[in-house]
């Protein structure tokens, strides 16, 4: 297959440049054995019509949550996205991920990421957030970087709560770093606070703690701020950012750094990305962060601009001195979450996390009603819980299926002492007869 419309005088001429007399005396190097015999193994050509078709006949093979009812979640969650949120980032002007460099050609895009920086504050209660990073486990594994460099410290704790693809990020990012990490149990679908004070020490760099957990469970994250701020060491909290909509934030309880997943303020599942990451801390520790910041300013005339602030990254300063290798954002993403927060507004977003909490409690109290069904866990939860079941969840899941239901997370992927468990979310799209059909199916295993 070529890419390159090469003649067959061009590919001549460039084996003569380069001093070879043919094709197979340029790959001569290349064993005989490893090479590809005869043609790729590809269907003819087709038309544009014709790929189009098969294309759409491959997509329809795939499940999804418009044609399914959906009830997984574990990190990606089928939220509503309002109309306006797909209309605006589709127009031209802003139909683009890269971050722009030209303040004086993009001043609409600025004031967009601005404004995303203001609302992303405002709802983790913090004082300065950046342009966003790819996900929220990068953003995760930044921020332990991040208070390695405010505590001046290299340990990190890590309750076993956390998403379990996050702490597989920072350890990615660890792999050469070889930080030493503590990774805490967890006690009743929450981090056992006792476990946790004995391993935070003088040489405890950052304490993270997923809020609400991957179980679904609300931590107490104000005494493990509070215990951390007593040992020097720098709070890490990962968010959902609906949930924030009701609980505490994480900044009115004294964290240091607030992180998380910015997908469920208006961006689709689209089947695992482009994702969001959101990063906010307080204002002491701005030139510690990572990433990079839209600031506002006034001309000459006194006109409110926008341009690119800090950027202590390795593109723009030594590399010894740069917070992070991170070298883009995600601005259309960032765009998306900016329209959905403004359209949904402080009561929009407090009211779906009700309806989240409300309709989760209905589907929790449902299923631990079933025989065979319990809920380990008594923490309070938020849009997820654990169940555990009479059958393996691959079993339940197959059954879910047929009847167009996208089931849980089968916990014993993650945690072997959790098999035979399943994780169910239930956001404010699912209506009480989705739930009441759920559980008329689980009854029937």
């Known amino acids: 297959m070529e890419y390159i419309p090469n003649t067959p005088e061009d590919q001549k001429e460039m084996l003569r440049v380069i001093g070879v007399s043919s094709y197979d005396e340029l790959i001569s190097n290349i064993p005989p054995e490893i090479r590809l015999k005869g043609e790729l193994n590809l269907s003819a050509p087709l038309s544009e019509l014709e790929v189009m078709s098969e294309l759409k006949s491959l997509s329809i093979m795939n499940v999804n949550a418009d044609d399914f009812t959906c ?185 240091e750094i607030v992180v998380g997943e910015g997908q469920p303020l208006g961006i689709p599942l689209s089947f695992g990305g482009p994702y969001l990451g959101f990063f906010a801390t307080r204002m002491e520790h701005v030139r510690k962060m990572p990433g990079r910041i839209v600031g506002a300013t006034t001309d000459k005339e006194g006109k409110v601009g926008y341009c690119l602030t800090f950027q202590t990254r390795e593109q723009h300063i030594k590399r010894e001195r740069a917070t992070s290798n991170i070298c883009s954002n995600q601005a259309l993403m960032a765009l998306a979450a900016t329209v959905y927060m403004s359209a949904m507004g402080k009561n929009g977003i407090r009211e779906t996390a009700s309806l989240c909490l409300n309709k989760t409690a209905y589907a929790k109290q449902k299923i631990g009603e079933l025989n065979g069904y319990s809920i380990p866990f008594t923490s309070p939860v938020f849009k997820e819980f654990v169940v555990k079941t009479p059958v393996p969840p691959s079993v339940i899941n197959k059954m879910l299926e047929k009847e167009k239901i996208v089931g849980g997370l089968d916990m014993g992927t993650y945690y072997p002492e959790l098999g035979n468990h399943i994780l169910f979310c239930v956001t404010e799209k699912r209506t009480k007869s989705e739930i009441d059909k759920l559980v008329k199916i689980l009854a029937e295993v």
Do not use: W
């Not at 702490?167 to 660890?174: F, G, I, M, Q, T």
């Not at 890490?236 to 950012?241: C, E, Y």
């Open 71 to 255: 009830f997984l979640g574990a990190g990606a969650y089928d939220h509503f996205i309002p109309a306006v949120v797909p209309h605006i980032i589709s127009r031209s002007e802003f139909y683009t991920a890269y971050t722009p460099y030209q303040a004086e050609m993009s001043q609409g895009v600025l004031q967009t990421i601005f404004e995303y920086q203001t609302m992303i504050c405002e709802l983790t209660g913090m004082e300065v957030a950046n342009a966003s990073m790819y996900d929220g486990a990068s953003a995760m594994a930044e921020a332990a970087m991040m208070a390695i460099r405010i505590a001046k410290r290299n340990e990190i704790v890590i309750s076993s709560t956390v998403n379990p693809r996050y702490r597989r990020v920072l350890a990615a990012y660890n792999s050469g770093l070889k930080h030493p990490v503590k990774t805490i149990e967890s006690s009743n679908g929450i981090t056992d606070i006792n476990k946790l004070s004995q391993a935070i020490t003088d040489k405890t760099a950052a304490v993270i703690i997923q809020y609400p957990n991957f179980l679904g469970s609300i931590e107490d994250i104000k005494t493990i701020i509070d215990m951390t701020h007593k040992a020097g060491a720098a709070s890490v909290i990962v968010a959902d950012p609906i949930a924030l909509g009701l609980l505490k934030s994480p900044g009115e309880l004294g964290a």
